[in-house]
């Protein structure tokens, strides 16, 4: 009898390999495609940096910040950017500010102030039915965000 000596996978392991790429797939995909919860959370991430920028520029130039926001156009700026970072589709923007800082319907800012401190405020950014709310507090300027029903 001659024995042939198979240079091949046997069903098991392919089985094996098959079931491992199945879970992988499952695991990574939720990861890798975009949802509005990731994307809600990237821009209010984006903003509080925006923000803390805008404090930590008025400790070190040691003059008044505005952080602007434009509810009506769904844009934002810092003074460290000229340029208006745009929100992405679909996504709503809400300010709560002091009336002085209000410069058109849809416009206003949020000022930080040389020792830290701000004008204090609100930002609610939503999509999909999710928002996160980033507080700004008026006496210490601390930025805080929290994840809220719109």
């Given at each position: 009898?001659?024995?042939?000596?198979?240079?091949?996978?046997?069903?098991?392991?392919?089985?094996?390999?098959?079931?491992?790429?199945?879970?992988?797939?499952?695991?990574?995909?939720?990861?890798?495609?975009?949802?509005?919860?990731?994307?809600?959370?990237?821009?209010?991430?984006?903003?509080?940096?925006?923000?803390?920028?805008?404090?930590?520029?008025?400790?070190?130039?040691?003059?008044?910040?505005?952080f602007v926001?434009?509810?009506?156009?769904?844009?934002?700026?810092?003074?460290?950017?000229?340029?208006?970072?745009?929100?992405?589709?679909?996504?709503?923007?809400?300010?709560?500010?002091?009336?002085?800082?209000?410069?058109?319907?849809?416009?206003?800012?949020?000022?930080?102030?040389?020792?830290?401190?701000?004008?204090?405020?609100?930002?609610?950014?939503?999509?999909g039915g999710?928002?996160?709310?980033?507080?700004v507090a008026?006496?210490?300027?601390?930025?805080?965000?929290?994840?809220?029903?719109?």
């Amino acid at each position: 009898m001659t024995r042939h000596s198979g240079s091949g996978f046997t069903l098991v392991e392919l089985l094996l390999v098959l079931g491992l790429i199945a879970v992988l797939a499952a695991v990574l995909a939720p990861m890798l495609l975009p949802s509005a919860a990731r994307t809600l959370q990237e821009t209010a991430d984006q903003i509080g940096t925006g923000l803390r920028e805008t404090r930590r520029t008025a400790r070190a130039t040691k003059a008044v910040q505005q952080f602007v926001v434009d509810t009506e156009n769904g844009r934002y700026r810092s003074p460290q950017s000229p340029d208006w970072r745009e929100l992405p589709q679909h996504m709503t923007l809400e300010l709560t500010t002091a009336q002085s800082l209000l410069t058109s319907a849809g416009t206003g800012a949020i000022a930080f102030n040389p020792d830290g401190s701000s004008s204090g405020g609100q930002i609610v950014v939503g999509l999909g039915g999710h928002g996160v709310q980033i507080d700004v507090a008026w006496l210490t300027g601390r930025i805080h965000a929290a994840e809220v029903t719109p």
